[in-house]
């Protein structure tokens, strides 16, 4: 069984930052890319940030710049550090954790953590 653990939403205005964390346990050990993604009511979720064990970070163009991901592979656990935050950003933010990029199969979502920018 995976658990995802996360934290760190909450409201913001325009341009001000959050740092969300993501912490996962259980049978884990072969789940080796951990990540965010967003989600508004009425569209799809969507990649924001992922970070492979090793290091390896892919980004959304719409982050690009003003987020950070970053993951503590001692303590597995994942952070998305968010600056210069835009109303555009606001949405339910949630943990992933999958075996590598490009499987579909086998992810594990975390409950979700709001985010809000007021303009």
């Known amino acids: 069984q995976v658990r995802l653990v996360e934290s760190g939403g909450g409201l913001v205005q325009a341009g001000g930052s959050l740092r969300l964390s993501c912490a996962a346990s259980?049978?884990?050990?072969?789940?080796?890319?951990m990540g965010w993604y967003r989600q508004v009511p009425g569209k799809q979720r969507e990649l924001v940030a992922r970070?492979?064990?090793?290091?390896?970070?892919i980004y959304a163009n719409s982050v690009k710049g003003r987020f950070t991901i970053s993951r503590d592979n001692a303590k597995n656990t994942v952070y998305l550090q968010m600056t210069s935050l835009k109303p555009e950003d606001t949405a339910v933010y949630y943990c992933?954790?999958?075996?590598?990029?490009?499987?579909?199969?086998?992810?594990?979502w975390g409950q979700g953590t709001q985010v809000t920018v007021s303009s």
């Open positions: 970070v492979a064990s090793g290091g390896t970070t």
């Open positions: 992933n954790l999958a075996p590598t990029f490009f499987t579909s199969a086998n992810n594990y």
């Open positions: 259980g049978n884990i050990v072969s789940l080796n890319v």
